[in-house]
């Protein structure tokens, strides 16, 4: 069994813990390590927890090829550019992974990476990757699965694109492998994924079927989905940042910019506090107001032994008086003694 909440690098994930919120910088380095390493600066000046790379090769995950099966669909973001071309834009080269986790590291931020290979695997095992990335379309590569379940570190599914049968294929090779800590991330593989279709019903199926932390990675353009997915239960919240969308980096058209990401990670706190708990009673915040709520109260000068009409008692703010319930049994009932207007009424009071 996959324990039901778990830490990396001290960080409590699930388990009604604040939303994780993970900051992807994919390829939006835009070939250049000074602006990977300025990235991970102004993740953490923007107040994320945690940056995400992605370690391959354009050779470890696709082939040099011009064929039509390496090409990007015409519709696309990168239209019409082969897989190697693309990847070969986006990867983040081996040799900068040292540089980019002890920068990392040394701003407090938890570093980890999406391995593609087990090469990739074997380098982030040098540098005490503490989790790890299945990336959606390597849910289905269970030996690449197996391998990263065997370093007993935490691991991050993706579900874009996938179907129920190649999840559960996937959970059960992490199991069987030794992988004790598991969170499933609800993704669409659509760049950028029209809010419309962010399919967050998934959450609540992914919790039910697994009761594993849950989390959401996102694609859609803007703040929107990432909040309503924390509203319903996220545990973690994946979300690519780019310096500046202007830039034009490999993934800066659905990625927000980190005055945005400050925005998300407040508010993702915000909604976390908003939602948790179940509200039965008046709350201590609610003292003051509780001596608002209505009450019966004499509304006119009253003589010694004048019966009540509508007119002389009312159901208004404050308390103090009868429960607003009993105005239909007070009227007709005479008064004991003189009573002022703004006299809380009591059965002690009446004939």
């Not at 760049?191 to 990675?217: C, E, Q, W």
């Amino acid at each position: 069994m996959f324990n039901k909440a778990f830490e990396i690098a001290g960080r409590k994930i699930g388990g009604g813990a604040p939303p994780l919120v993970i900051a992807e910088l994919s390829g939006n380095h835009g070939g250049s390590l000074d602006q990977a390493l300025a990235l991970v600066s102004a993740c953490k000046d923007a107040g994320a927890e945690a940056v995400k790379f992605q370690t391959y090769t354009p050779d470890t995950i696709t082939l040099n090829s011009e064929a039509p099966a390496f090409r990007v669909d015409e519709d696309g973001l990168w239209a019409g550019r082969t897989l190697y071309d693309l990847y070969g834009e986006a990867h983040t080269p081996f040799e900068w992974h040292a540089a980019l986790f002890e920068h990392a590291r040394s701003l407090g931020l938890i570093a980890f990476s999406a391995p593609f290979d087990e090469t990739a695997v074997d380098l982030l095992e040098s540098l005490d990757a503490p989790a790890y990335k299945i990336a959606s379309c390597e849910l289905v590569d269970i030996g690449l699965i197996r391998r990263v379940a065997e370093t007993g570190k935490p691991v991050f599914v993706s579900t874009g694109a996938s179907n129920d049968a190649e999840l559960d294929e996937a959970v059960a090779a992490l199991q069987e492998a030794g992988a004790a800590d598991l969170s499933i991330l609800h993704c669409v593989s659509a760049y950028p994924t029209p809010v419309s279709m962010a399919n967050l019903g998934s959450l609540a199926h992914l919790r039910r079927k697994y009761d594993v932390p849950i989390g959401f990675s996102d694609h859609t353009v803007g703040l929107a989905a990432p909040l309503a997915a924390v509203a319903l239960g996220a545990d973690v919240i994946e979300k690519h940042v780019c310096l500046s969308r202007a830039g034009g980096a490999v993934d800066s058209a659905f990625s927000i910019e980190p005055d945005e990401l400050a925005i998300l990670v407040r508010q993702c706190r915000e909604v976390h506090d908003a939602v948790r708990g179940q509200k039965t009673t008046p709350l201590k915040i609610e003292e003051e107001s509780l001596r608002f709520k209505r009450s019966l109260y004499i509304v006119r000068d009253l003589k010694k032994g004048e019966k009540l009409t509508s007119a002389d008692v009312r159901s208004i703010r404050p308390t103090g008086g009868l429960h607003p319930r009993h105005l239909n049994e007070v009227l007709g009932r005479a008064v004991l003694a003189d009573t002022p207007a703004g006299t809380p009424l009591t059965w002690e009071m009446l004939a």
